[in-house]
């Protein structure tokens, strides 16, 4: 029994993670070009950063892919490091409108989207197949949610599973820890909330452990931005640097308020995965919202812990 739940465990993470991917594919078709134009014309400011780093991020779906672009940007000396502060505090805005969407209940969509966006493949022309693959994509990820809630059950009868889990549930720091390493070894935050949210769909775990969980994959997804800043030159590594450290910040101040963010988002709905993606949605609303005044002087904070290791 160990060795088939885990491997229907991984067979759903990856049917997720390919949803994801043809997802992406589907907006990706605006092209990475036209992206960079819009940033640079629109982020003269650390609002308008903001609200389009929050805007493309919604739009395709990765937070990782606007912090590529974002350094290659900075690289080029096309864009400031102060401005690109705006759009990291977007992005992980932008980033939790995939949280809310797969955390409602579109299992009878399935079978319609996936038919929809076969014949959508069929049909030639960017917009047929974009729209394939936004129907395509969905419809993956929806089965791989009911994948991974269906499993959660037998999962956590295993002894072993069932003794960490509870630990879990007592210890928001492992959360925190879990959820972190999972993400950057996946690289996507919203797989590995999504796992969270099965398990917690089936009362395995409580839903602060899902929340201190949702906090460290904030923290794990910034190792694909720090991986894409290798060799990209100082100023593109100070934005992977800021990246981590907004997070750092954000989750450290989250940390004690842990409890009381689980029972707020209770109050707003009796649906426990709709509780952890609106915990996902404030947290990240909230701490980009909270360090926007203080852009200018976090700037001065991360070229002085970093500037002299460059």
Same mark, same amino acid.
């Given at each position: 029994m160990f060795k088939e739940v885990f491997s229907l465990l991984a067979v759903f993470i990856g049917l997720f993670l390919f949803g994801m991917i043809v997802l992406r594919n589907g907006f990706a078709q605006i092209g990475q070009e036209r992206l960079r134009v819009i940033i640079l014309k629109m982020t003269d400011s650390t609002w308008k950063g903001l609200l389009v780093g929050t805007c493309i991020t919604a739009l395709i779906q990765s937070s990782s892919a606007i912090m590529v672009i974002?350094?290659?940007?900075?690289?080029?000396?096309?864009?400031? =490091?102060?401005?690109?502060?705006?759009? *990291?505090?977007?992005? /992980?805005?932008?980033?939790?409108?995939?949280? @809310?969407?797969?955390?409602? @209940? %579109?299992? !009878? =969509? #399935?079978? &319609?989207f996936l038919f929809m966006g076969f014949i959508?493949?069929?049909? &030639?022309?960017?917009?047929?197949?974009?729209?394939? $693959?936004?129907?395509?994509?969905? !419809? $993956?990820?929806? #089965?791989? +949610? /009911?994948?991974l809630q269906e499993l959660a059950h037998p999962l956590a009868s295993i002894s072993w599973v069932h003794n960490f889990f509870n630990t879990t549930n007592d210890h928001?720091?492992?959360? *925190?820890? #879990?959820g972190g390493t999972l993400t950057a070894i996946i690289h996507s935050s919203t797989a590995t909330i999504a796992i969270a949210m099965g398990f917690i769909g089936d009362h395995i775990l409580t839903l602060p452990a899902g929340i201190a969980i949702m906090l460290g994959a904030n923290i794990g997804t910034c190792m694909t931005a720090y991986i894409a800043s290798i060799g990209a030159g100082q100023s593109a590594k100070m934005v992977?640097?800021? /990246? *981590?450290?907004? /997070?750092? %910040?954000?989750? +450290?101040?989250?940390? &004690?308020? *842990?409890g009381i963010l689980s029972q707020f988002v209770e109050m707003l709905t009796s649906n426990t995965m709709m509780q952890l993606a609106h915990s996902s949605v404030i947290f990240n609303v909230a701490c980009s919202l909270l360090m926007l005044p203080f852009v200018p002087l976090f700037t001065r904070f991360i070229l002085f812990m970093h500037k002299k290791a460059l």
């Open positions: 974002v350094i290659a940007l900075v690289a080029a000396r096309l864009l400031t =490091f102060q401005h690109s502060i705006g759009i *990291i505090l977007g992005a /992980n805005i932008g980033t939790t409108i995939t949280t @809310e969407l797969i955390a409602y @209940e %579109f299992t !009878s =969509f #399935i079978t &319609p959508l493949f069929l049909i &030639p022309g960017r917009v047929a197949y974009a729209f394939g $693959c936004l129907t395509f994509g969905l !419809s $993956c990820i929806f #089965i791989a +949610m /009911n994948g928001h720091l492992l959360g *925190i820890l #879990i992977a640097y800021a /990246n *981590i450290w907004l /997070n750092v %910040f954000g989750v +450290m101040l989250f940390i &004690p308020l *842990i």
